[in-house]
């Protein structure tokens, strides 16, 4: 036909998800889940990239603990498995209080006192051994 052959350059551009970040075929997600949730244990919806599915969270679970689903992530590029999706979990403190939620937390507080916090028991045991 007369016409020139030549390269043709395609570039792709990819917008960052509101949820899920990647590195290969594994998937991150930020899953925030209340002290409640953390402390007592609790079934918590997450999202997948094939809609959303339910985790159990174990009681006693501390912020940034991840749980993987194996097989969750993306389809590898070349075949194979598909990557596994993470689940980060981050224990959401609450900004403000009314006066009433205030006074629960302190009750709370007050009841369990440092036996339920061996970490903070330690660390102040650290402090009183510096003086």
């Given at each position: ?7 043709l350059y395609?570039?792709i ?5 509101p ?5 290969a075929?594994?998937l991150f ?17 997450v999202?997948?990239?094939?809609g959303?599915t ?19 992530g ?5 075949g194979?498995?598909?990557g596994d999706?993470?689940?980060?979990v ?7 209080l009314?006066?009433e ?6 009750a709370f507080?007050?009841?369990v006192?440092?036996d339920?916090?061996p ?7 650290h402090?009183?051994?510096r003086?």
């Amino acid at each position: 036909t007369g016409e020139a052959m030549g390269d043709l350059y395609v570039i792709i551009s990819v917008d960052e998800h509101p949820l899920f970040q990647r590195r290969a075929a594994d998937l991150f997600v930020e899953v925030p889940i209340t002290f409640t949730q953390a402390a007592l244990g609790a079934d918590v919806e997450v999202p997948t990239i094939d809609g959303c599915t339910t985790i159990r969270v174990p009681a006693g679970t501390e912020s940034g603990k991840v749980f993987r689903l194996a097989g969750r992530g993306l389809p590898a590029l070349k075949g194979g498995r598909r990557g596994d999706l993470h689940l980060r979990v981050d224990v959401e403190v609450p900004g403000s209080l009314n006066q009433e939620a205030k006074e629960t937390i302190a009750a709370f507080d007050a009841t369990v006192g440092l036996d339920y916090h061996p970490k903070r028991r330690e660390f102040s045991e650290h402090l009183r051994n510096r003086k």
